[in-house]
């Protein structure tokens, strides 16, 4: 059975850092574009960024530019996060893409967090941030 398993969450406070990450199970995810999002409470699902196959292009959500970084090995997506801020308090999930996808320069979030293109999703980790 393929499956994604998040792990990293924590309590952190403002202005600390953590580093998230994804493994997969039961398959390989190498030739898939891979992604993040966060849910927090109340709040409709979030795009945060995602990576192509080939782990040399990503794009990101506006609200975390600069401050998170997604890289990929064969089997482990990670999203380090920094500048760490309240509002980023959520449950943070990965979910795997279309096989062979290439961000193009420029490529916008909104085509690469639409999330009806992820197929297999995590379970998700929390994330809290204290003031």
């Known amino acids: 059975q393929e499956q994604l398993v998040e792990s990293g969450g924590g309590l952190v406070q403002a202005g600390g850092s953590l580093r998230l990450s994804c493994a997969a199970s039961?398959?390989?995810?190498?030739?898939?574009?891979m992604a993040w999002f966060r849910q927090a409470p109340g709040k409709e699902r979030e795009f945060v960024g995602a990576?192509?196959?080939?782990?040399?292009s990503t794009v990101y959500a506006d609200s975390v530019k600069g401050r998170f970084t997604i890289f990929r090995n064969t089997n482990t997506l990670y999203l380090q996060m920094n500048s760490l801020q309240p509002e980023d308090t959520a449950v943070y999930s990965c979910?795997?893409?279309?096989?062979?996808?290439?961000?193009?320069?420029?490529?916008?979030?909104?085509?690469?967090?639409?999330?009806?293109?992820?197929?297999?999703w995590g379970q998700g980790t929390q994330v809290t941030v204290s003031s």
């Open positions: 979910a795997a893409g279309p096989q062979f996808l290439q961000i193009g320069f420029g490529g916008s979030p909104d085509y690469y967090g639409d999330p009806l293109k992820y197929g297999t």
């Open positions: 990576i192509s196959w080939t782990g040399d």
């Open positions: 039961g398959r390989t995810f190498s030739n898939n574009l």
